[in-house]
Nanobody, 129 residues
Framework: QVRLVESGGGSVQAGGSLRLSCAAS????????MSWFRQRPGKGREGVAA????????????KYADSVKGRFTISRDNAKGTLHLEMNSLNTEDTAMYYC??????????????????WGQGTQVTVSS
């Protein structure tokens, strides 16, 4: 049973930073591709950052939504089974519930919810002005 648990959310003032983590358990396949999604108040869920699973050369590829490019950084630590999202220069538009998601294909950078096999419960991020 694959389980994803997010942490690191909280309240921060505009311009501040937060680091989200997603702890994965129940599988050890580092080839899973993973993404961070968010759901802002009154809106649908949207992808913000994605990272591929490990390739033969050990490198990962990343993708970001335009709204977070240059401010957010996605990374993974396969030895610890964790996914991270470093968020800088936060603004009120970043207020949302943030979710991590995993899919079994290795080389996919997806923001399509239906591509993903496993989801966490979410962690709330609130940015005040």
């Amino acid at each position: 049973q694959v389980r994803l648990v997010e942490s690191g959310g909280g309240s921060v003032q505009a311009g501040g930073s937060l680091r989200l983590s997603c702890a994965a358990s129940g599988y050890t396949d580092t080839k899973y591709s993973m993404s961070w999604f968010r759901q802002r108040p009154g809106k649908g869920r949207e992808g913000v950052a994605a990272i591929t699973g490990d390739s033969a050369n050990g490198k990962n590829t990343t993708k970001y939504a335009d709204s977070v490019k240059g401010r957010f950084t996605i990374s993974r630590d396969n030895a610890k089974g964790t996914l991270h999202l470093e968020m800088n220069s936060l603004n009120t538009e970043d207020t949302a519930m943030y979710y991590c998601a995993a899919e079994r294909r290795a080389h996919v950078l997806s923001f399509l919810e239906t591509d993903f096999d496993y989801w966490g419960q979410g962690t709330q991020v609130t940015v005040s002005s």
